[in-house]
């Protein structure tokens, strides 16, 4: 096999026209003007074939001898099972359009899979064996966020606060320590009252620190239903929801500055860590088990569930009232709102809070 091109000395811009003979396992490499070069086959190391552009091989000498006779190259490497014939397969994979499809196809299907699957299960992992000190950084800067842009000191009188954070704390928080076995991971829990303009809201930090506005408190009839409202906090934190939705967010936030290279990204994603919090909702999923274990947790302490579904029937007879309002004389209220909107009053979690309520008796 004859293989036409040109001889590059190493080190050198030089070039020489030559040809290159194959015989069994034997090459020769014939340089114009240039003594011969020869040597084994398998001594060459040949350039991957990227379309039809020049082929190139290295020699033992560090020369290189490049060539445009690209199907004699893979037709040889194929011939002598070269190292290098992974190469002619992987070109042959990049010019069949069925191939082509196929690693689309399989792109697709593991970048979904990883999305959708693979990410909440690494989160979860990662959420569960990280410090408290990290769910503690992350919630004090939070909280000053919120403190400075958002909330309000609590206009409710302190009588009513103490008396409430007083059976938050002997009646909610010691059925839920007798559940938790390792104390040194328990969140430091801490119930704090504010006033956010007339929304009603709770909101939960990884640390264990739950933030419920006065809105929230006033629209409750009794100490039950505002009960179901905590339960529900203490179960996003005790599932680690909230570290869930920052590692999932920052994960996607490196990987992107990985492939785009802009470490800057991931510079300006820690820094932005208590606000990714607060953006974050809580999926589905999130919200179903954070529903599920106050329904557990008010039923062991002789709490008909049903106080849930009637607070959030209230919750959300208010949304539909403040949708429909024609005119918002203050657009920041509403801002407020959906910043802090994780509990979506859907008619489904009612319903399911109906559905306990009847195991209650």
């Known amino acids: 096999m004859q293989i036409k091109g040109y001889w590059y000395p190493a080190n050198s811009a030089a ?20 003594d011969n070069l020869v040597g084994k086959v398998n001594t060459l190391s040949v350039s991957d074939r990227v379309g039809n ?64 699957w693979g990410l909440p299960w690494a989160s979860e992992k990662l959420a569960y064996s990280m410090p408290k000190v990290v ?15 958002l ?15 007083q059976h938050f704390e002997e009646t909610l928080l010691s059925i839920q320590a007798k559940d938790n076995l390792d104390i040194s991971q328990s969140a430091n829990y801490q119930l704090k009252f504010r006033q956010l303009d007339d929304i009603p809201n709770a909101l939960a930090l990884p640390s264990g620190t739950i933030i419920i506005t006065d809105a929230l408190i006033n629209m409750a009839d ?46 300006e994603m820690l ?11 809580y999926s589905r999923k999130h919200e179903t088990e954070a529903d599920n274990y106050a329904f557990e947790k008010m039923i062991q302490l002789n709490i008909d569930p ?16 403040d949708t429909a309002t024609p005119s918002r004389p203050d657009e920041d209220e509403q801002d407020k709102a959906n910043l802090l909107s994780t509990h979506p009053s859907s008619p489904e979690r009612i319903q399911r809070a109906r559905e306990y309520s009847k195991q209650y008796f």
């Open 271 to 281: 820094i932005a860590l208590p606000t990714l919090l607060l953006q974050s909702h």
């Open 306 to 321: 049903i106080h849930f579904a009637h607070l959030f029937e209230k919750m959300l007879a208010w949304e539909e009232q």
């Open 151 to 165: 909330l309000e000191p609590s206009k409710l009188d302190k009588q009513q606060q103490a008396s409430i954070r």
């Open 53 to 116: 552009i020049t082929r190139k091989i290295g020699l033992y000498d560090q020369s290189i001898f490049e060539t445009q006779a690209n199907d004699q190259i893979d037709q040889l490497l194929l011939n002598l099972n070269h190292k290098d014939k992974k190469l002619h397969f992987l070109h042959h994979l990049e010019t069949h359009w069925h191939w082509i499809a196929t690693a689309l196809l399989l792109t697709v299907v593991a970048s979904f899979s990883t999305v959708y």
């Open 222 to 267: 009794n100490q039950a239903e505002i009960d179901s409202v905590l339960l529900h906090e203490i179960g996003h934190i005790e599932s680690r929801h909230g570290l869930q939705q920052i590692i999932h967010s920052s994960i996607v936030t490196i990987g992107l500055a990985m492939m785009i290279g802009d470490t800057t990204a991931v510079e």
């Open 15 to 34: 070039r020489y026209p030559a040809t290159l003979n194959i015989q069994a396992d034997q090459f020769s490499l014939v340089i114009s003007d240039q």
């Open 135 to 149: 769910s503690e950084k992350v919630s004090e800067g939070t909280l000053d966020i919120l403190d400075k842009v």
